[in-house]
């Protein structure tokens, strides 16, 4: 089994900045890629930025230039930094793992961007 868990959710104030973590515990082989995606209430879950284990991103439209994701293979954590938040930023953050076998999820964590 694989368990994600993510940190670095709270409240921030609109233009300011978080740090999301998200740790992989368990025994994981092969390529495999992470993510991040998030959903507000009312809407639907949306992808907001992927990495693959050769570190190519890509990201939503919405948060392009704002926010970075990146990875650390030998930790198997991966990372979302996100600046110049804006309220409609908020959302519950989930992690994800995947590769060919299975996905994986973490449980989310609360980013509330508000003044």
């Known amino acids: 089994q694989v368990q994600l868990v993510e940190s670095g959710g709270g409240l921030v104030q609109p233009g300011g900045s978080l740090r999301l973590s998200c740790a992989a515990s368990?025994?994981?082989?092969?390529?495999?890629?992470m993510a991040w995606y998030r959903q507000a209430p009312g809407n639907q879950r949306e992808l907001v930025a992927t990495?693959?284990?050769?570190?190519?991103?890509n990201y939503a439209d919405s948060v392009k230039g704002r926010f970075t994701i990146s990875r650390d293979n030998a930790k198997i954590t991966v990372y979302l930094q996100m600046n110049s938040l804006k309220p409609e930023d908020t959302a519950v953050y989930y992690c994800?793992?995947?590769?060919?076998?299975?996905?994986?999820w973490g449980q989310g964590t609360q980013v509330t961007v508000s003044s």
């Open positions: 990495i693959t284990s050769a570190g190519t991103t």
């Open positions: 368990g025994t994981i082989f092969g390529f495999f890629a």
């Open positions: 994800n793992l995947g590769n060919m076998a299975r996905q994986y």
